[in-house]
C-alpha cells in the first residue's frame, strides 16, 4: 500500500473508487496519516452513481446532509460535518457566493474528484 500511495499524484485523477492522497491539506502526506477527516469522491464513483448535481454526489459521503432543503432545480445544497456549508472550491478557488441569486449549479460529469474536508 506505500508504493502505491508514494506514487498517486494527489491533483490527477484517480483510476477507481480509493484515493490515497490528496491535495485538501497544504501538507503532501497520504490520507491515512493527514489530522483531519478528509472523504474523495473519484470520478469513477460519480460516474457510476449516474450523479447529476452535486446533491447526488454528495448523497453517499459521510458526514454530509446532502438534501438540507429537498429537490432544488436553483443550486445545491448541502451541509457538511459540524453543520456549516463552509467553502465550496474549484480547482483551489474559493467560488464567490453573492446571495441566493449567485448560486451556478456545478456540472460533475467533469470533476475529477470531490474532497470534503473537516471544518479546522
Not at 473508487?17 to 483531519?36: F, H, W
Not at 448560486?103 to 474536508?117: G, K, N, Q, T, Y
Request: aromatic share 8%; proline share 7%.
Amino acid at each position: 500500500m506505500r508504493g502505491r500511495a508514494a506514487k498517486e499524484d494527489p491533483k490527477a485523477p484517480v483510476a477507481g473508487y480509493v484515493a490515497t492522497r490528496t491535495a485538501a491539506t497544504k501538507l503532501d502526506l497520504p490520507l491515512a496519516e493527514t489530522p483531519q477527516a478528509i472523504t474523495v469522491i473519484t470520478a469513477d464513483q460519480i460516474r457510476e452513481q449516474g450523479a447529476r448535481t452535486m446533491q447526488e454526489i454528495l448523497r453517499y459521503a459521510p458526514g454530509v446532509n446532502a438534501d438540507v432543503y429537498g429537490l432544488d432545480n436553483r443550486g445545491d445544497w448541502f451541509l457538511l460535518r459540524g453543520g456549516s456549508q463552509g467553502s465550496t472550491l474549484l480547482d483551489g478557488l474559493r467560488r464567490p457566493l453573492s446571495g441566493w441569486y449567485g448560486i451556478v449549479r456545478d456540472e460533475p460529469f467533469a470533476f475529477e474528484r470531490v474532497r470534503l474536508a473537516s471544518p479546522t
